[in-house]
């Protein structure tokens, strides 16, 4: 979905993608990752 956007994903989130893809983390664990690195700051 991203590439159709003309996007290209960082280095960092295709490394995620290819930790879970190996089986090294979850789904949930990219979620996990993702949400404490852009979660707003209240």
């Not at 290209?8 to 993702?34: A, N, W, Y």
């Amino acid at each position: 979905m991203i590439k159709v956007d003309g996007l290209e994903p960082s280095p960092e989130f295709k490394k995620l993608i290819e930790k879970e893809s190996r089986g090294e983390m979850t789904t949930e664990d990219m979620r996990k990752v993702l949400d404490k690195k852009y979660k707003m700051k209240e």
